[in-house]
Nanobody
Framework: QVQLVESGGGLVQPGGSLRLSCAAS????????LGWYRQAPGKQRELVAA???????NYAHSVEGRFTITRDNAKKMVYLQMTSLKPGDAAVYYC?????WGQGTQVTVSS
């Protein structure tokens, strides 16, 4: 059974940075696409960034140039480096692998 555990969320001021981490267990990690999604109150869950098994990345237009997704297959970790954070980035961020989801980590952007 796949387990995903996110960490690294918190409160940050506009313009600040955070690094989210997601630890995976229970699966062959390296062959899958990994994704970070987010869901703000009253909104649908949306894809923020994804990284393929070969390291090809894609980003939502709203975060391109500010967020970076990376993976460490040896450690079964995926990361989301977020910079120049805006109030509109506030949401619960979820890690995704196939049909599995983590519990989410809250990101709050406020002065």
């Amino acid at each position: 059974q796949v387990q995903l555990v996110e960490s690294g969320g918190g409160l940050v001021q506009p313009g600040g940075s955070l690094r989210l981490s997601c630890a995976a267990s229970g699966t062959i990690f390296s062959i899958y696409v990994l994704g970070w999604y987010r869901q703000a109150p009253g909104k649908q869950r949306e894809l923020v960034a994804a990284i393929s098994a070969s390291g090809v990345t894609n980003y939502a237009h709203s975060v391109e140039g500010r967020f970076t997704i990376t993976r460490d297959n040896a450690k079964k970790m995926v990361y989301l480096q977020m910079t120049s954070l805006k109030p509109g980035d506030a949401a619960v961020y979820y890690c995704n692998l196939q049909q599995s989801w983590g519990q989410g980590t809250q990101v709050t952007v406020s002065s």
